[in-house]
């Protein structure tokens, strides 16, 4: 379990409570740069969030905003692509023994630039409709269910390495992975 503070909210609207999640990845990616940091901590910490976040939306936030005629396919497949990728790239960082290495910042340098891609990808393509073409109410619940399952999955601890190198596989499997060009935008 991960001693740094990722929060635990129990409602809200999901477009912001998306957001926060977005700032907590953003400010943890910083730290992870800070060679004065606990960056084994962090790691961890940004581990649980990334895997409870994406979970969170792929079970809940994606399908009903498609439900809804907000997103299309094509946006939440590449949703889904793009945090397989992500894992990919946390993975690299988790399976590091130190974090004073190149190898370190360089895992960490790919994981900020596949997590920084995905939240303006995910901001634009995804939150903007959300506001603009779904109700307050179904904000709401949907906010409910977002955070109810990311919690579950934090109390879960959904971070670990084990459980990480497990849904990289299980994505790398479904053809999420393709490391062939022609899937990426
Ligand atoms: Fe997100
Ligand atoms: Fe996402």
Redesign the pocket.
Known sequence: MTTIDLGRPTQGDVVDL?LD??RRFEAMLRDLRDSSADRDAVRQAFSALHVA??LA?EKYVYPKLRRKGAVGEHEAEHGEEEHAEGHQALLAVLELKGTDTQAFDDAVEDLATAVNH??TE?ELTILNPAREEVGEQVRAELGKEFVGERNRQLDDDCGTLTNVRRIVAEARREGLLDDDEETEE
Do not use: S
Request: hydrophobic fraction near 35%; avoid cysteine; aromatic fraction near 0%.
């Open positions: 998306i999640d977005h976040h994406a939306e995905h939240l995910e």
